[in-house]
Structures are given as structure tokens and as C-alpha cells.
């Protein structure tokens, strides 16, 4: 019994490992003046102060799928249906999001009958 303690005890003092090696990620946005504020209020990526680089490739991959679907998702209320989304992640600890949100669907007309 003392020496399983002792064993695990010795455990508690190894170093995680990327614990340490985590690193800070800055995100940066470039998109028209017209929908910024809307993204910057409500992309998840840009909200948080506590965001650090995955680890992993496939982690990575998920955070810019989701960037990119967020993204999507807010300027279709807004009438961009075909934004062009793309994240610069070459950068260590430094990711830029670029927005260029296409034509705008507008409605000439509506006609409504009973």
C-alpha cells in the first residue's frame, strides 16, 4: 500500500505533456464594415480571450469548419447566402479570418394573395 502511493505520488510530479506547450491564439477579422459588428458580437473564435492552438491536426480542422459554418450561418439573416469565408492559421498563435459575404439577395416584390 505504501509503495502504491509512493508510486502514484511520484506520477503527480510528471509534467502533463502539452500542458506547457499550449500556446495563445490571436484571431484577427477582415470583413466588410457592414456585417463586422454582427461578427465579431457573435463568432465564438473572436468572443473568447482564453482561446489557445489545438493540439491536434484534426482539432484544428473542426475550430475552421465551425469558424467557417458560424460565419455562414449569420450572414444568411442578413441576405449573404454565398459568403466566402477563409482562415489563415500559417501564423503561430496568430489566425486571421477573412469575410467577403458575396452579392446581397435582395426581394423586389412580394405579392401575397387569399
Known sequence: MVRVAAVLGGL???PVPGAYAQQ????GLDAPDA?????????RLLRRADLV???ADADRAAMTRRTRREVAELLAPEGYFSPRVRIDSSAAGQWGIQVETGPRTTIAAVNIEF
Not at 24 to 27: E, K, R, S
Request: charged residues 20%; hydrophobic residues 65%.
Open 35 to 43: 456585417v463586422k459588428p454582427l461578427l465579431e458580437r457573435h463568432v
Open 12 to 14: 503527480a510530479l510528471l
Open 53 to 55: 492552438v489545438p493540439e
Open 24 to 27: 495563445a491564439l490571436a484571431v
